[in-house]
C-alpha cells in the first residue's frame, strides 16, 4: 500500500480506482513528507525546497501535460520519478484551439459584446475565412497535429517550426516544416502555438516576430494577422501583443494561457481585437474523465513494481 497526496483534485473514478488498489489517499494533504507520491495539477508548484521537504515522495504525478511546475533537476537528484499525462486532453486543447481561431477571425466575441452594449455594428464586423489561408505552429506535437487535421479539413496550409520534429512526422500530414522560427511568420497570417516553455521559448513570440507576419493571405486576401496559444504562458510576451493590437500588426489575440495567472489584470484583456480563457484547454468533462484514469492506472502500475508509459525524467530508471 502506497500513501498518495492529491493537491489539486483528481476525478471521483480515480480516487476510486487508487483506493479499490489498495493505496491510502488523502485529498487535503497539509504538508508532503510521509507520502509515497503525489499529484498535482497546475496549480501547486513543487520547489527544489518542497521536494527536499519530502523524502518519503518516490513518484511525482501530473495531472495533465506540463510540467514546468516541478523542478525536474530536483526530483531527478531525489530520485523521484515524474509522470505526466500527455494524451488524455488532447482533444479538449485541440477544440479550443480550433474555437479561439473561428473565434478570431469572425469576431464573435467582439460582436456579442457589442450586442451586450446594444449596438448593432454588423457593417464593422466584416470577417475573414480560414480556407486558403496558411497556420504556422509554433510546436508540432501530438495537441499540435491534432489541429493540423482539422485546419486542413478547413482548407488551410501548414506549416510548422519545431527542431525536435522528425522530418516524416510533417510529411505525413503535408506540412512545411521550417528550421527558422522567423521564416513560420513571415509565412503566416494564423499562429498557433503548442510548445513547451523554456528558456529558449521564453518570450519566442514578441514584436520582432510579430511585426514579420504578412497580413495578406497565401491566397491573395487581406485578412490580418492572428494569434491563438493555448500552450504555456510567458511563451507570448503579452506587452507585445498588446502593442501589435494596438498598432494594427495583430488583428486578433486569443490566449488561454498567461505568464501571470490568475491573470485579470494585464492591460490585453481591456483590447476590443482580445479574448481570453481562464487556463481552461483541459477542462472539459472528458479530459478530466481520461486525465485522472489515465493517472490512476501509472500509479497503480509503478506499485506494483512496474515502470510507466510517460516518464519525465527517464535518467532516474538508471
Not at 15 to 28: Q, R, W
Not at 67 to 78: E, G, K, L, R
Not at 228 to 241: F, K, L
Amino acid at each position: 500500500m502506497a500513501r498518495i497526496a492529491i493537491t489539486d483534485g483528481l476525478s471521483k473514478s480515480a480516487v476510486e480506482l487508487l483506493i479499490d488498489a489498495g493505496h491510502e489517499v488523502d485529498l487535503e494533504p497539509e504538508k508532503l513528507d510521509g507520502f509515497d507520491a503525489v499529484v498535482i495539477r497546475s496549480a501547486t508548484k513543487l520547489t527544489k525546497d518542497v521536494i527536499e521537504s519530502a523524502p518519503s515522495l518516490r513518484l511525482i504525478g501530473r495531472a495533465g501535460v506540463g510540467v514546468d511546475n516541478i523542478d525536474i533537476s530536483a526530483a531527478t537528484t531525489a530520485g523521484i520519478l515524474v509522470c505526466n499525462t500527455p494524451s488524455a486532453s488532447t482533444q479538449s486543447v485541440v477544440e479550443l484551439t480550433i474555437g479561439h481561431l473561428l473565434a478570431s477571425i469572425r469576431y464573435i466575441p467582439t460582436a456579442d459584446r457589442d450586442l451586450r452594449n446594444g449596438e448593432w455594428t454588423k457593417k464593422k464586423l466584416r470577417g475573414s475565412e480560414l480556407f486558403g489561408k496558411r497556420i504556422g505552429f509554433i510546436g508540432f506535437g501530438r495537441i499540435a497535429q491534432g489541429v493540423g487535421r482539422v485546419a486542413k479539413i478547413f482548407g488551410m496550409e501548414l506549416h510548422a517550426y519545431d527542431p525536435y520534429l522528425p522530418s516524416e512526422v510533417a510529411l505525413e500530414l503535408n506540412c512545411t516544416l521550417h528550421d527558422d522560427v522567423n521564416e513560420i511568420f513571415k509565412s503566416c497570417t494564423h499562429v498557433a502555438v503548442h510548445c513547451n516553455l523554456t528558456k529558449e521559448t521564453h518570450h519566442l513570440v514578441n514584436s520582432h516576430t510579430l511585426s514579420l507576419m504578412p497580413g495578406i493571405g497565401a491566397d491573395g486576401i487581406k485578412c490580418g494577422n492572428h494569434l491563438v496559444s493555448c500552450a504555456r504562458g510567458g511563451i507570448v510576451n503579452e506587452d507585445d501583443a498588446l502593442l501589435a493590437l494596438e498598432d494594427g500588426t495583430l488583428s486578433s489575440c486569443a490566449l488561454d494561457v498567461f505568464e501571470n495567472e490568475p491573470q485579470t489584470q494585464h492591460p490585453i484583456l481591456n483590447h476590443p481585437n482580445f479574448h481570453g480563457t481562464p487556463h481552461i484547454g483541459a477542462a472539459t468533462h472528458e479530459a478530466q474523465h481520461r486525465i485522472g484514469v489515465e493517472m490512476a492506472h501509472l500509479l497503480i502500475t509503478y506499485f506494483d513494481g512496474n515502470t510507466p508509459k510517460s516518464v519525465v525524467n527517464r535518467d532516474v530508471l538508471g
